[in-house]
């Protein structure tokens, strides 16, 4: 008997023990990352790197990738989340291809994408809609997750797959959207000359960025693993309809040609549909 009990003892402080440097590692992670952050910070305050369009798009991409690397792991409390390495490697993949096709294709572009979010609106309910936005981007990472650590919801392999593809084909709709609009800025706005774009994914839908995007982060949850994400996704598609009537009443009034596009064009995201 007390054989036993020194065993299970023993076994208890090497369990503790393990947690407590899972969480020093966890901190020291935290702590890297943080810096990195800040040095980059400071390194984005300098002019010949400012003034480097590659730089800040690489830069910006590595942000996002530990950003969402953070968001994805630490919740779920480990790194083994297969799920997670899949999805973020579609996504990057992606997203790298288009960033290098607008580095080589479209600088213009490029320069508009970079200039995004919250402060970068000029108007108060696009700032307002951006930080629900992020926000719902952020739950929509975290909430996977946390379904992985607790196992709330067991999404079949299949489903998973699914996610991922629709991940990649949002993406590549987007792609085709800046392919043909070189207008498309991050924010709302009309740009100097800026003039109506009605073919390609334009000729089908008015809002095709917002269609792809649409798709993308429907198919993150299930990408992620994960049902309880869909809740978080139900959650972000009215602010994403918020921001498409809000930027087309700007665009109704600033942009030249854009009601009579609308006349020719009749659905917003989904043809037939809406």
């Known amino acids: 008997m007390p054989t036993v009990v020194v065993a299970v003892l023993a076994s208890a402080v ?3 023990l393990r947690m407590l440097d899972f969480i020093h590692y966890k901190q020291v992670l935290i702590d890297t990352v943080l810096e990195r952050f800040r040095l980059a910070a400071l390194l984005l305050r300098e002019p010949n790197v400012t003034n480097n369009l590659n730089t800040k798009a690489w830069l910006g991409i590595g942000f996002l990738a530990i950003a969402m690397g953070l968001l994805l ?3 779920a409390g480990t790194a083994q989340y297969w799920q997670a390495w899949v999805f973020l490697a579609v996504f990057f993949g992606a ?5 290098v096709y607008l580095m080589k294709k479209d600088t213009a ?3 508009r994408r970079l200039s995004g979010g919250p402060t970068a609106e000029k108007e108060k309910t696009p700032k307002i809609i951006m930080v629900f936005t992020t926000v719902g981007f952020i739950a929509l990472l975290v909430v996977p997750a946390l379904d992985y650590r607790f196992m709330w919801s067991r999404v079949p392999l299949y489903m998973i797959i699914a ?3 629709l991940t990649a084909l949002g993406l590549y709709i987007v792609f ?3 392919k043909e609009n070189t207008f498309a800025s991050a924010t ?3 740009a100097r000359n800026q003039k109506v774009i009605s073919t390609g994914p334009y000729a089908i839908v008015r809002h095709p960025m917002y269609a792809g995007g649409s798709l993308y982060l429907f198919g993150m949850p299930l990408a992620l693993g994960s049902f309880w994400g869909l809740l978080v996704l139900a959650a972000i598609i009215p602010i994403l309809i918020w921001r498409l009537f809000d930027e087309e009443r700007f665009l109704f009034k600033n942009l030249s040609g854009y009601k009579e596009y609308c006349v020719k064009v009749r ?3 989904i043809p037939k549909v809406f």
């Open 14 to 16: 090497n369990a503790f």
């Open 73 to 75: 792991f630490l919740p």
């Open 95 to 99: 997203s790298l291809l288009i960033t």
């Open 109 to 111: 572009l490029l320069k």
């Open 163 to 165: 996610g991922d593809l």
């Open 176 to 178: 085709l959207a800046y």
């Open 188 to 190: 709302i706005e009309v």
């Open 267 to 269: 659905w917003r995201l």
